[in-house]
């Protein structure tokens, strides 16, 4: 048994890391390498092109059934996950996972249940913190796990929440992170593979667009009282590792992390539409109170529209200076602890 399947997860920032990366793995490396980039659903698809001007490598966008062939890069294309089988590749659009399609964690959990000791996991430059539980997965079932050096990170946020949840075998600067996988794959594994637990067979399921309920999503953990962002679904607590996760019925995902800045942007919205409907109405007033007196109506009742108007002109005020507070924990919750 040999180190032959190599899953890396990038965000923000991820571009050039990648490039870097993909530059420096040789022509005759035996063992596939596989890419989540975290894109737009209507992104324009260049990233494997991007890769392979720089790339010994053949590099592709993963197609749904292709056999797992060495010596390859596997990019996930926009809007699907990338997930892997015993001896083949899918690309599926399963639920969302920390409000991102490609996400990361799908493919490193997918590698951890169906080869073990053979993954080695590299996280990369990256807002919040998607990657860490596919991560801690890979090294759960023996594989080898590897870190960005977060010092280098365009965005550190995704390489220390790795590395506050895992025990890696490696950080390094991008640069030298081709050199160390090479390495690795060098290495014979441990010779012990844990066995893969419920709760990494069901998620693993539940990638591969299997129907959440049957795959046994409700036995991951306790119900909570949050609802999912996405579809207003009870969220289910997943503990497994450490890293609290949280997954609804419809199979939706998220990190406590994404969660968090999923609450912050609902309740922007909520206060936007709450100042949206304050200054509809104080337009409205004033209009009225305009009406009355060119129409040589009741001043007093003009008088009642107007102070009603300044009245909500002051709250819309005070939910503006909230929208502002709001904004302000949406970025800190972005660039993560």
């Not at 056999?67 to 294309?77: M, N």
């Not at 951890?112 to 000791?117: N, R, T």
């Not at 009742?301 to 302000?328: H, I, M, P």
């Amino acid at each position: 048994m040999k180190r032959d399947i190599i899953v890396v997860g990038a965000s923000a920032g991820g571009v050039a890391a990648l490039r870097t990366l993909a530059a420096g793995l040789p022509a005759g490396l035996d063992a596939s390498v596989f890419v989540v980039m975290h894109v737009a659903a209507d992104g324009p698809g260049f990233l494997p092109q991007i890769l392979q001007g720089d790339c010994a490598l053949p590099v592709e966008h993963a197609r749904d059934g292709e056999p797992i062939a060495p010596g390859r890069v596997y990019v996930a294309p926009a809007d699907h996950h990338l997930v892997l089988e015993r001896d083949r590749v899918r690309v599926t659009r399963g639920p969302r996972e920390n409000m991102s399609r490609p996400a990361i964690d799908p493919l490193f959990r997918s590698a951890a249940y169906f080869f073990g000791p053979r993954v080695v996991g590299v996280i990369l430059t990256g807002r919040l913190d998607d990657g860490t539980a596919g991560l801690w997965a890979v090294k759960r079932r023996g594989g080898a796990a590897v870190v960005q050096d977060p010092e280098e990170a365009l965005y550190p946020s995704m390489p220390r929440s790795a590395l506050r949840h895992v025990e890696v075998d490696g950080v390094a600067r991008v640069s030298d992170l081709a050199p160390l996988l090479v390495r690795l794959t060098r290495e014979p594994p441990a010779e012990e593979e844990p066995a893969a637990s419920e709760a990494l067979e069901v998620e693993t399921r539940i990638a591969v667009e299997d129907n959440a309920l049957q795959a046994g999503v409700m036995k991951l953990g306790p119900l909570t009282p949050f609802t999912c962002p996405e579809c207003h679904g009870v969220l289910v607590s997943v503990g497994e590792g450490g890293v609290p996760r949280f997954r609804c019925h419809t199979g939706h995902a998220y990190s406590m992390e994404s969660l968090l800045t999923a609450v912050s942007d609902s309740m922007e919205d909520t206060l936007w539409s709450a100042i949206r409907s304050m200054e509809e109405g104080m337009l409205m007033l004033r209009h009225v109170a305009r009406h009355v007196r060119e129409n040589g109506q009741d001043e007093r009742g003009a008088e009642a529209f107007e102070r009603k108007a300044r009245e909500a002109e002051r709250y819309s005020e005070l939910v503006r200076r909230a929208v502002t507070r709001q904004e302000a924990l949406g970025g800190e919750l972005a660039r993560g602890p």
